[in-house]
Nanobody, 115 residues
Framework: QVQLVESGGGLVQPGGSLRLSCAAS????????MGWYRQAPGKERELVAT???????HYADSVKGRFTISRNNDRNTVTLQMNSLKPEDTAVYYC?????????WGQGTRVTVSS
């Protein structure tokens, strides 16, 4: 089993920045991919950014150039630095982890971009 705990959400004005963090815990697991996903009201959950154990990264087109994902394999943590935030970035952000067995989700952290 893998437990994911997110932190760092909140309210920010348009153009501002936030940093989300996620820590994975458990025993006997190997995480292949860690990433961030988000779900806005009335919409489906969508991929924001992911990173593989080899350091590879993938971003949604809507966040390229504004968000940066980073991962610490030794500590099993992943962070998402979000800059130049827009109102359309408002959503609940979920940390996700994919192991050889299954996918795990965190409980989510809310990000609100509003003036």
């Amino acid at each position: 089993q893998v437990q994911l705990v997110e932190s760092g959400g909140g309210l920010v004005q348009p153009g501002g920045s936030l940093r989300l963090s996620c820590a994975a815990s458990g025993s006997g697991f190997r995480i292949n991919v860690m990433g961030w996903y988000r779900q806005a009201p009335g919409k489906e959950r969508e991929l924001v950014a992911t990173t593989g154990s080899d350091g590879s990264t993938h971003y949604a087109d809507s966040v390229k150039g504004r968000f940066t994902i980073s991962r610490n394999n030794d500590r099993n943590t992943v962070t998402l630095q979000m800059n130049s935030l827009k109102p359309e970035d408002t959503a609940v952000y979920y940390c996700g982890a994919i192991t050889p067995v299954r996918r795990y989700w965190g409980q989510g952290t809310r990000v609100t971009v509003s003036s």
